[in-house]
């Protein structure tokens, strides 16, 4: 949220008009403007949610984080919250609300396949970006003697249905898979 300061408004009107209040008013516009931002952005770094360029390095310096060069600041958000959000003991409802917290409660499917010892989780194609942070975190989580899986769950059949072929044909056989559709 920019805040544009204009400090002329309270010049009286004698001194207006003048080379000289105008330049003043204009470097003390700058400089309140830079502190309005820069207090702004102190309220902004308190939430995970709204975390400031600024914000993310100091919690990936705390939390031991390295961010990778193409990380958006929204998949640095999403790390950063993904490791406040691990707690100890891990059990079965804490993983599916750190999922929950992450994904979104109708964004993953998870089988737990007991006589295997294998844990078996199913992304969907709107999480695909975060696809490598909720793996890790995952991992993290679970027993070390469970093999996870983790996988995208693509377009089926029913979800490309509705449409005609005429419409689908413009697109690959791997964009029909593994896009996201919502309207053609």
């Known amino acids: 949220m920019l805040k544009n300061v204009d400090i002329s408004i309270y010049q009286p009107s004698v001194v207006k008009d003048y080379k000289e209040f105008k330049e003043i008013s204009k470097r003390e516009n700058e ?3 830079d502190s309005w931002t820069a207090s702004n952005n102190v309220f902004l770094d308190q939430f995970i949610e709204t975390l400031t360029e600024n914000g993310c390095k100091r919690w990936e310096k705390i939390l031991g984080i390295q961010p990778k060069g193409t990380d958006t600041l ?22 599916e609300n750190v999922l929950n917290s992450l994904c979104g409660k109708e964004s993953y499917a998870m089988t737990l396949y007991n006589d ?13 970006k975060l696809f490598d942070e909720v793996e890790s975190t995952v991992k993290r989580m679970i027993p070390a003697n469970l093999i996870l899986e983790v996988e995208l769950r693509y377009n089926q ?16 056989h791997k964009e029909l898979r593994e896009e996201v559709f919502t309207n053609i």
């Open 31 to 33: 400089a309140l403007t």
């Open 74 to 95: 929204q998949v640095r958000r999403f790390r950063i919250k993904s490791r406040i959000n691990e707690d100890l003991p891990y059990t079965w409802r804490s993983l």
């Open 116 to 128: 295997e010892y294998r844990l078996r989780i199913l992304l969907e194609l709107t999480v695909k």
């Open 157 to 172: 059949h029913l979800q490309l249905k509705p449409y005609k072929h005429s419409e689908l044909a413009e697109y690959t």
